[in-house]
């Protein structure tokens, strides 16, 4: 099923911006789409997301490639190097530090209710968890028998049960064992629930607000896919919520955040597009490098992190996100 995305004129707003780095400045040119709809309702518009002054900063770079952020309410960034095979943080006092060595390649990241951290780690080919002791515990690695492919990303439920993709993109095919590319739900009891295995390579995932929409980027498809979600937790009605095409610009749907309005915030072809809850592509913040993930940050949730290849950028937004863990 298609969705049909309301006609918007864009305004192309070039702003000249100071991107910083811990031990560097430069100074270069950034490009911001915004949009307006053609009835001038203000909204669900980019001017109630984002403010005319708001600046890209590029805090650190350098890296292999990047993946994963999210904000712990202690203070600080957590993100992923997966070549690198390592877990940084980025703390107050605005440097990187290493955070996890070996991590399991980890890719996505996420908390808990308890604020623990949980991954999806690529090399371990399983869902792990962070004790507040530091120990590392698998919650999953197998699915009937057989070892997952890749975990990529996950989020977790108000209920406590995690929702993960696994996708290949860290095995071969000659590693597979499943034969499929899921989405899954772990319930608080360890109960492993198969949710979807038709998407080509689910990758980013996020609840609307109200937690009665699941949505998950389907990469290499090119599209976000929308689904209800049920009283036991599972899924239903598959749809397409919105496409990220352009042919013009790298990158695919990978990292997928919501604000508490439930507008959908996803990294795509040239940086971070924005739709409104129905599906109206709001507009697009651009991102110097291929953009692979976000989230929000500082106590407010209205700083907006995003993880860019080998670098880690910010911009202060209007409207908060919805808090890791719920």
Same mark, same amino acid.
């Given at each position: ?11 192309? $707003? ?13 100074? @270069?040119?950034?490009? $911001? ?66 955070? =996890? =060595? ?9 908390? *808990?209710?308890?604020? =623990? ?106 599209? $976000?896919?929308?689904? *209800? ?25 990978? @990292? ?5 309005? @439930? ?14 809850? *129905? ?34 950028? =910010? ?12």
């Amino acid at each position: 099923m298609t969705v049909k995305i309301a006609t918007i004129s864009l305004l192309l $707003i070039v702003l000249t911006l100071a991107v910083s780095n811990p031990s560097k400045k430069v100074r @270069g040119n950034l490009t $911001i789409l915004t949009a307006q709809t053609e009835n001038q309702d203000k909204k669900n518009t980019m001017q109630r997301i984002l403010h005319d002054s708001a600046k890209l900063e590029k805090l650190a770079g350098d890296f292999q490639f990047i993946e994963g952020p999210i904000w712990h309410p202690e203070g600080f960034l957590l993100f992923s190097d997966i070549p690198a095979n390592i877990i940084y943080k980025f703390g107050s006092n605005q440097q990187v530090e290493v955070f =996890r =060595r070996p991590s399991g390649k980890a890719n996505g990241n996420t908390l *808990d209710k308890e604020n =623990r951290l949980l991954t999806a780690e690529h090399e371990n080919r399983r869902v792990s968890r962070t004790e507040k002791d530091g120990k590392v515990i698998a919650l999953a690695d197998r699915y009937e028998g057989k070892r997952l492919n890749s975990p990529n990303d996950l989020v977790v439920k108000s209920d406590g049960s995690i929702y993960f993709t696994d996708p290949s993109y860290g095995v071969s095919k000659e590693q597979e064992e499943l034969g499929f590319y899921g989405v899954y739900r772990l319930a608080a009891d360890g109960k492993l629930t198969l949710l979807v295995k038709d998407l080509v390579l689910p990758n980013g995932i996020a609840f609307s607000p109200d937690e009665q929409k699941l949505y998950v980027n389907n990469s290499e498809a090119g599209y $976000i896919a929308v689904f *209800d979600i049920k009283p036991d937790g599972t899924v239903t009605n598959q749809q397409l919520f919105a496409e990220l095409k352009d042919a013009s610009q790298g990158g695919v749907p990978d @990292g997928l955040k919501v604000d508490v309005e @439930g507008n959908v915030y996803s990294t795509g072809p040239g940086g971070v597009w924005i739709f409104s809850p *129905d599906g109206k592509l709001l507009g697009r913040i651009s991102v110097p490098e291929t953009a692979t993930n976000l989230a929000w940050g500082e106590s407010d949730r209205q700083t907006l992190y995003i993880t860019a290849s080998k670098s880690l950028y =910010r911009i202060r937004l209007k409207i908060a996100g919805v808090r890791a863990g719920q």
